[in-house]
């Protein structure tokens, strides 16, 4: 099914949405559809508003909740096929080209800015990649995110008798294990197919490595999807699981990082986005808390990159609209607010005289590893893009793997070499 296709067959929403309606104090008005929505997410994407408005423009927030950005992308696309699209939307990975090759995103808009601020020496090539079609910036990459972080209460692993961070897949269980004996929650999660697939790469990628990982999920190689390593991959996951909050189901992830912020649990799978809840509550890297690359995953870096895409509409010159976002793509992109956005939001920025100096902007720990061991893995397989996280594959091939894994681990019975077959099934069926 194509782009087109996909998006006409969407029941349209648009009523949730009135068209925008511009302010005629400011320069022009852009509306902004997200999903930066938790605490330390919001206080993230307000830094970016408070400036367009402080250089005159509008700022409409189309804020959608839940799902891991699935349902802004249902609004989205509703939206779009209604003809009443926002002037900036969340986009990421591949959805970018798919949109772009619909003639929604506006391939011209960025053009001056882009050149006059030079992204194409400040951006690692799979970064500048992602947000450009046919050669032109179609978004704004806003940061980079790791996604394999395992998230550690060094306090409550002291009252569990463990003395340090797992770094073998087998180091994690003793941990694990540990923890449920002390009575602690041994691995704090929310029970969404996108959080259950999170868990699920960075185990791929423990097995496997960054090679398999590739092979896997973005060049979709079925050998590799249903064979020996992925038994062994299913049968790991299914242990990993035995660790999870049994109460689990329909949580969003951040409530999983409020229980090991506050003593509940001891360890969460999940990007460097929780970073922006610990901050929220006032915790230090590296004192409160402990970040560490998922066991086994050391060498590699999977990566989930934010970006603003602008859309293309009959009056964006007209009301400002076209300015607005052009003013919003250089303030994401300028040191100031990388610096803030990323320290907000738990990432790392996207530029790179800046990701090879983080010491300078005040940046904690955590980035600062993570902003090293991007530039390391970059020369190397190490970097690869989030499955999980609409990088590495289209929404539905990604929503396939969502569908067999989470089944799998929500089903006592499953057998892991079944679990394998089906994957590569679903995958198939779904290119």
């Not at 296709?5 to 852009?30: H, M, N, Q």
């Not at 696309?77 to 798919?98: F, H, L, T, W, Y």
């Not at 003593?263 to 890297?285: C, F, P, V, Y």
Request: hydrophobic content about 40%.
């Amino acid at each position: 099914m194509n782009s087109i296709t996909r998006l006409a067959a969407l029941i349209s929403l648009a009523s949730l949405f009135p068209l925008s309606a511009i302010a005629a104090e400011s320069k022009g008005t852009v509306e902004v559809v997200h999903w930066w929505t938790s605490g330390g997410e919001k206080a993230a994407v307000d830094v970016l508003k408070a400036q367009v408005e402080k250089d005159g423009f509008t700022w409409k927030d189309g804020a959608v909740a839940g799902g891991g950005g699935s349902t802004a992308m249902t609004v989205l696309k509703s939206r779009a096929v209604s003809g009443n699209p926002p002037g900036v939307a969340q986009i990421k990975g591949p959805d970018i080209q798919e949109w772009a090759q619909t003639g929604l995103l506006d391939t011209g808009a960025l053009k001056d800015v882009s050149k006059e601020e030079k992204w194409d020496s400040l951006l690692d090539k799979k970064v500048s990649d992602t947000v450009k079609y046919e050669g032109n910036y179609v978004a704004v990459p806003v940061n980079i995110h790791r996604v394999n972080w395992l998230w550690i209460n060094p306090q409550v692993f002291k009252k569990a008798g463990i003395d340090k961070a797992p770094t073998t897949l087998e180091e994690f269980y003793a941990a694990g294990d540990k923890l449920k004996a002390a009575g602690f929650i041994a691995l704090a999660h929310g029970g969404q197919p996108w959080q259950d697939s999170t868990v699920f790469e960075d185990v791929v990628l423990s097995v496997m490595g960054s090679d398999g990982y590739k092979k896997a999920f973005v060049d979709l190689d079925d050998k590799t999807l249903t064979g020996s390593d992925m038994v062994k991959v299913f049968t790991e996951l299914k242990k990993v699981a035995t660790y999870m909050d049994p109460n689990r189901a329909g949580r969003d992830w951040n409530l999983a990082a409020a229980d090991v912020i506050s003593g509940k649990a001891g360890m969460q799978l999940m990007g460097d986005w929780a970073k922006s809840e610990w901050t929220a509550a006032k915790k230090i890297a590296g004192k409160d808390y402990q970040c560490v690359a998922f066991p086994g995953t050391d060498r590699s870096f999977t990566y989930n990159i934010d970006s603003l895409a602008v859309f293309k509409g009959k009056d964006n010159a007209k009301n400002g609209t076209t300015a607005a976002q052009q003013d919003l793509a250089k303030v994401t992109l300028g040191e100031d607010f990388q610096k803030v956005f990323s320290i907000n939001k738990g990432s790392i920025p996207v530029r790179n005289d800046m990701l090879s100096n983080m010491d300078k902007y005040g940046f904690d720990s955590c980035a600062q590893t993570a902003a090293k061991d991007f530039l390391a893995d970059a020369k190397t397989t190490g970097l690869q893009p989030s499955m999980a996280h609409n990088m590495a594959t289209t929404l539905a091939v990604q929503g396939a793997i969502f569908d067999v894994v989470t089944n799998y681990i929500n089903d006592p019975k499953a057998d892991p070499e079944t679990a394998a077959k089906q994957l590569g099934k679903a995958i198939t069926s779904a290119k």
